[in-house]
């Protein structure tokens, strides 16, 4: 199966701050997918994205397919930014050990 | 569409005792995904169903574990005599597959403990 690395592991940050979190996988990819977990649990969906860039607010991805990489940026972090991000191919949903991201205030 | 719902949320049980959990996919999707999380790592998959056909089952899985979709909408996650280390969440996702690829959604997960 697809193999999926994410990076940084661990990542701190004052409120404010930019960060760019990175998704490599081991073969091509459709479809990636990024996901924030909140501190419940649930898996909440950011971005399903092919290549190219996708926006929301102050969250973007940016998938290089040809290179099997995808870039989340978080612009302006805030503290409910906290948690943890996956990515994960969207057909054959395999995860990476995630970036634990946490924002001080 | 109310989106995937787990039930239940939280499980504690003795050890050696079964549990069962479900998953309601979202309406139509014909994907259901089967994951474990523990602390600290990432959601490790566990199996996934193609409407009714179980298409693929971790090698992690060991045989205490079984899960079923009859009728290819809702989902059972059963684990038999259960152990300690068998303590995580449980989170199932569904996703519509027309043959290309397409959005996963996550439940909000069944945290089990075992005591």
């Known amino acids: 199966g697809i193999q999926v690395e994410q990076s940084p592991p661990d990542l701190i940050l004052q409120e404010g701050a930019n960060s760019t979190l990175r998704c490599n996988f081991s073969d091509s990819v459709n479809n990636l997918q990024w996901f924030h977990q909140n501190p419940w649990g649930q898996l909440i969906n950011l971005f399903y994205?092919?290549?190219g860039t996708k926006q929301n607010g102050r969250l973007s991805a940016t998938t290089v397919a040809t290179e099997r990489y995808s870039l989340l940026y978080i612009s302006s972090s805030q503290t409910t930014d906290s948690g943890v991000y996956f990515c994960?191919?969207?057909?054959?949903?395999?995860f990476g050990a995630g970036t634990r991201l946490t924002v001080k205030p | 569409d109310t989106g995937v719902s787990q039930d239940p949320r939280h499980k504690i049980t003795k050890r050696g005792q079964n549990v069962t959990f479900r998953c309601d996919p979202i309406s139509e999707h014909n994907r259901l995904y089967w994951y474990r999380q523990t602390l600290g790592q990432g959601p490790e998959f566990l199996t996934y169903f193609q409407n009714e056909a179980q298409l693929e089952k971790s090698r992690l899985l060991s045989d205490r574990f079984s899960a079923e979709r009859p009728k290819g909408s809702f989902s059972t996650l059963e684990i038999q005599r259960t152990e300690q280390g068998d303590s995580a969440m449980y989170l199932c996702?569904?996703?519509?597959?027309?043959?290309?690829?397409?959005?996963?959604?996550f439940g909000q997960g069944t945290r089990l403990t075992v005591v």
């Open positions: 996702a569904s996703s519509f597959d027309r043959g290309m690829n397409t959005e996963a959604f």
């Open positions: 994960a191919p969207a057909r054959h949903v395999r």
């Open positions: 994205i092919p290549s």
